[in-house]
T-cell receptor, first 113, second 112 residues
Framework: DAGVTQSPTHLIKTRGQQVTLRCSPK?????VSWYQQALGQGPQFIFQ???????QRGNFPDRFSGHQFPNYSSELNVNALLLGDSALYLC????????????FGQGTRLTVV | AQSVTQLDSQVPVFEEAPVELRCNYS??????LFWYVQYPNQGLQLLLK??????LVKGINGFEAEFNKSQTSFHLRKPSVHISDTAEYFC??????????FGAGTTVTVRA
């Protein structure tokens, strides 16, 4: 059983560019959440997708947007990249309404230069 | 809103010695509590969780944590650490469907 998979693992972008990160949830999970982990800090919640809609959102600007597909996979898009967007982006999946833990992917390391 | 404070940013410890990582939280409602571990260049792995019931929670790799509602704490302990326990540890709290709020993390370095 594959866990949560994220792609790509590493990415280098230039300021002002746009980036798309991808996540496939654990089998049987239908809810995907995205987190940003800056160097030396704990993960910060960006948003959560369930039934192809954004259900919750953290304190992130509109430059951060997402999408969930019918197969429950998800994308995180960041526009107009800033140097401060450099971070590890983590995807977590859960099964809505079930009291289990969130399973995390290995993350995508984004570097903005 | 809920928040988490991890009281120690770095904890050096010798192999086979005990370790305790401290976590306090604040919330106006009941919470679920978690400890996650992050090895270098990896994602997060759940060590243990408190949802309800017994306040002493046992997790993987010999870790345990105790939920103390009066002190709003959820400290993590291990009686004897190994070199392989060197990692970053995160305490997290949730009051909803797994929107997790994390602490800043505690770096544990185990020395021989």
């Amino acid at each position: 059983d594959a866990g949560v998979t994220q792609s790509p693992t590493h990415l280098i972008k230039t300021r002002g560019q746009q980036v798309t990160l991808r996540c496939s949830p654990k089998s049987g999970h239908d809810t995907v959440s995205w987190y940003q982990q800056a160097l030396g800090q704990g993960p910060q919640f960006i948003f959560q997708y369930y039934e192809e809609e954004e259900r919750q959102r953290g304190n992130f600007p509109d430059r951060f947007s997402g999408h969930q597909f019918p197969n429950y996979s998800s994308e995180l898009n960041v526009n107009a990249l800033l140097l401060g967007d450099s971070a590890l982006y983590l995807c977590a999946s859960t099964q809505a309404g079930v009291l289990t833990e969130a399973f995390f992917g290995q993350g995508t390391r984004l570097t903005v230069v | 809103a809920q928040s988490v404070t991890q009281l120690d940013s770095q904890v050096p410890v010798f192999e086979e010695a005990p370790v305790e990582l401290r976590c306090n939280y604040s919330s106006s409602v009941s919470v679920y509590l978690f400890w996650y571990v992050q090895y270098p260049n990896q994602g997060l792995q759940l060590l243990l969780k408190y949802l309800s019931g017994s306040t002493l929670v046992k997790g993987i790799n010999g870790f345990e944590a105790e939920f103390n509602k009066s002190q709003t704490s959820f400290h993590l302990r291990k009686p004897s650490v190994h070199i392989s326990d060197t990692a970053e540890y995160f305490c997290a709290v949730s009051i909803t469907d797994y929107k997790l709020s994390f602490g800043a993390g505690t770096t544990v370095t185990v020395r021989a």
